[in-house]
């Protein structure tokens, strides 16, 4: 399905800290913990074509309301009422170009409790081109760390699961790469028809040649 989107320069308050392209040490390439400003971090969304996005609201800043490790993550709201949209932030994560590696992505998602229902997807995505649209994330239950050789890496798996932080995780497998620059995607899509607000936080970014 098409989906109309919007990309918008984040306003908000948060912000990254890059440690240098792939070198094969232990350290990662990417960490964020969100706690000096928005810094790069682009935010954007995306919903069907039968909602104009202009008419999708949502939010993204940084916020002191809750974290795992420091004073504040990166808040991300969006409205339930069309059973539809995705709303995420976009940063850049360098790598060498002409290699191929082994990617090791994760960070913490808050959700207000535990719930039966599926209110809201976690989606996080890692690739050569940033998000556009909902399809460029992966599909509703898909996780790249087994699959071998992918376009990107990334996940989508529910929200909601637990009472407040939880680790989601992937790794992708890359072909050999081009790019000097790959852009990390984390956000949430709705499920269910009502509004939700989740907290993002401690993104890593480990990258090694294979």
Known sequence: MDRRDVLRAGTAVAVGGL???????????????????IGEWETG???GPEVDVGEFDWEVDVSEAEATTGDRSLRIWNQGDYDDGVTW??????????????????????????SFNTIRHAVM???PEPPAAEEDFPQPGLNTTDLG???????RDALWLADGWREYAFEWTTSELSTDTLHL???????????ATHYVDDFSVSIEPR
């Open 125 to 127: 995505r890692l690739g």
């Open 149 to 155: 050789e992918t376009p990107y890496g990334g996940l």
């Open 19 to 37: 440690a240098g392209c792939a070198s094969g040490s232990d350290d990662p390439t990417f960490i964020e913990g969100f706690e000096n400003g």
């Open 185 to 195: 995607a984390v956000g949430t899509a709705v499920i269910w028809e009502a509004d």
């Open 45 to 47: 969304a995306a919903i």
């Open 89 to 114: 932030a976009v940063h850049p994560v360098p790598v060498e170009p002409g290699g191929s590696y082994r990617i090791a992505v994760s960070g913490q998602f808050w959700s207000e409790s535990e």
